[in-house]
């Protein structure tokens, strides 16, 4: 089935860490971008950082920028995501999604997870 | 890094055509072609429907179309039904391989 799948949400304190992973299948993983998107509650699409298929090539919304870091492991077909010094703005889903790099079609998207920053 | 601008909501009966803005500056949506559109129902994750400005992905209804100019793109969805009724946002490629979405619109079949 080709789908992405995210895990690793949860809540967490202000100034703590977490990590998001995206894992997929059936399709060439290695041979595709893939974004981090994320959705604060009741609010619009933000788009957070990319990796080229890679991983050589990174880059970040300056929301983001310096603390969080996207990497991913072609080898067991996953995409993660490290958030440090994570705030209450950080709070969202979380999706990862491929794109498709020659028309930059966000084509398939995972079905999200949650992430509650909160004392 | 601002978001694009699109209207908080629009609204059609049954049958009629919308068209939702999404305007950016020269620097992202003016001056690139990759400009796609994304349906979301509540709960769910967005849907592409529109990319390259005007393509369609396969399966999409072509009650849906896409078109740019200038610093202004447009979706228009014609021949409104009641499962059209969902969030649509825009995005753009913006400069240095970052990208943007904008704030999304409510559409609401009556």
């Known amino acids: 089935q080709v789908q992405l799948v995210e895990s690793g949400g949860g809540v967490v304190q202000p100034g703590r860490s977490l990590r998001l992973s995206c894992a997929a299948s059936g399709f060439t993983f290695s041979s595709y971008p893939i974004h981090w998107v994320r959705q604060a509650p009741g609010k619009g699409l933000e788009w957070v950082a990319i990796i080229s298929y890679d991983g050589t090539n990174r880059y970040y919304a300056d929301s983001v920028k310096g603390r969080f870091t996207i990497s991913r492991d072609n080898s067991k077909n996953t995409l993660f995501l490290q958030m440090n010094s994570l705030r209450a703005e950080d709070t969202a889903v979380y999706y990862c999604a491929r794109v498709r790099w020659n028309d930059g079609a966000f084509d398939m998207w995972g079905q999200g997870t949650m992430v509650t920053v909160s004392s | 890094q601002s978001a694009l601008t699109q209207p908080a909501s629009v609204s059609g009966s049954p049958g009629q055509s919308i068209t939702i803005s999404c305007t950016g500056t020269?620097?992202?949506?003016?001056?690139?072609?990759?400009v796609s559109w994304y349906q979301q129902h509540p709960g769910k994750a967005p849907k592409l429907m529109i990319y390259?400005?005007?393509k369609r992905p396969s399966g999409v209804s072509n009650r849906f179309s896409g078109s740019k100019s200038g610093n202004t793109a447009s979706l228009t969805i014609s021949g409104l039904q009641a499962e059209d009724e969902a969030g649509y946002y825009c995005c753009s490629y913006a400069t240095r391989s970052t990208w943007m979405f904008g704030g999304g619109t409510r559409l609401t079949v009556l």
């Open positions: 390259e400005v005007n």
């Open positions: 020269s620097s992202d949506l003016g001056s690139y072609n990759l």
